[in-house]
């Protein structure tokens, strides 16, 4: 069956670092790969998304690249602020019925 | 875009009670999902419905769940006979579908169950 695995955390930056959570992922065919992002009391927002190979998504100055020769979406950015600490899911949906497979999630603190 | 509604927020009940949450989706989205999260992992399929028709099951939905969609609109999630392992974040989401593939989904805020 599909799964993914993202890089345990917590991560703990400081403002204006560089952010990196790896993911990757097993599935048949060739799903969508997303990142969604929950902030403390909030529900999963979704952060950005690619739906095929070599697609770059990117929102908010995070990016992540769909690799299908690696099997990996790794999000990235930058330069981290204090508003970007929150949980940080790893996602990808078949092509039939479009239920997704998340990651356990990695939890990132910014500190100024 | 109103979002998807969650009703309730919190539900708290004793073992063996049944309980019934409600789902709102974004009114044009044909496709709705439901999810389990516990803590300190990410939400796991249960169950999704195209129109008023559910679609797929998963195997971690047992006897004592059952969904519903009438209509094609909201949808309730009831589980009878509640058990502790049922505490849980329950989350709803909705998105497109059918002739349009790769849609997000669009999750609400989820109700959270606690059994006592």
């Known amino acids: 069956g599909n799964s993914v695995t993202q890089m345990e955390g917590p991560v703990t930056l400081s403002e204006e670092a560089f952010l990196t959570i790896n993911c990757t992922y097993t599935a048949t065919g060739y799903p969508s790969l997303f990142w969604y992002v929950q902030y403390p009391g909030e529900g999963l927002q979704l952060l950005l998304k690619a739906t095929k190979a070599d697609d770059k998504g990117s929102n908010k100055g995070f990016e992540a690249t769909y690799r299908k020769e690696t099997t990996s979406f790794h999000l990235e950015k930058g330069s981290v602020q204090v508003s970007d600490s929150a949980v940080y899911f790893c996602?990808?949906?078949?092509?039939?019925?479009?239920?997704?497979?998340f990651g356990d999630g990695t939890t990132l603190t910014v500190k100024p | 875009d109103t979002g998807v509604s969650q009703n309730p927020r919190h539900k708290i009940t004793k073992r063996g009670q049944n309980v019934t949450f409600r789902c709102d989706p974004i009114s044009e989205h044909n496709r709705l999902y439901w999810y389990r999260q516990t803590l300190g992992q990410g939400p796991e399929f249960l169950t999704y419905f195209q129109n008023e028709a559910q679609l797929e099951k998963s195997r971690l939905l047992s006897d004592r769940f059952s969904a519903e969609r009438p209509k094609g609109s909201f949808s309730t999630l009831e589980i009878q006979r509640t058990e502790q392992g049922d505490s849980a974040m329950y989350l709803c989401?909705?998105?497109?579908?059918?002739?349009?593939?790769?849609?997000?989904?669009?999750f609400g805020d989820g109700t959270r169950l606690s059994i006592l």
């Open positions: 996602a990808l949906s078949d092509q039939g019925a479009g239920k997704s497979t």
């Open positions: 989401a909705s998105s497109l579908g059918a002739d349009r593939r790769n849609q997000p989904q669009h």
